[in-house]
């Protein structure tokens, strides 16, 4: 119950700090957008324009992060990698278990005695 509390406001604190982020990034892109828009129509060369490619890509990121569907798109694909692909999430040499520690323990005590 706490670690699902914990959970929830450390989601909420990111879709917080999203929209806020978005907030100054969607006026640097804005101001972006039209300053290359004027030079590339001014100095009449369209590859002054690249720039607002992968800023687009961003901004849409982050605005779907912070009020669109990612978050339930990735909550699905993760309730189906839970379910379909489940090999995918065992720890190299299965679970640890209470004798692992105890081994790893005592060799690390020894270490530490030895020097």
Wanted: charged share 25%; no cysteine.
């Amino acid at each position: 119950m706490m670690q699902n509390e914990m959970r929830e406001r450390q989601m909420a604190l990111q879709i917080a700090w999203s929209r806020e982020f978005l907030k100054y990034f969607g006026t640097f892109f804005g101001i972006v957008a039209i300053s290359v828009t004027a030079g590339a129509i001014k100095k009449k060369k369209p590859a002054f324009l690249f720039p607002i490619v992968p800023l687009g890509f961003i901004f849409t990121y982050q605005y779907d992060l912070g009020y669109g569907t990612l978050l339930q798109r990735m909550k699905g694909e993760a309730e189906n990698i839970l379910e379909t692909e489940k090999s995918k999430l065992q720890l190299p040499r299965g679970m640890i278990t209470f004798e692992n520690l105890e081994k790893a323990r005592r060799e690390q005590s020894k270490f530490f005695i030895d020097k």
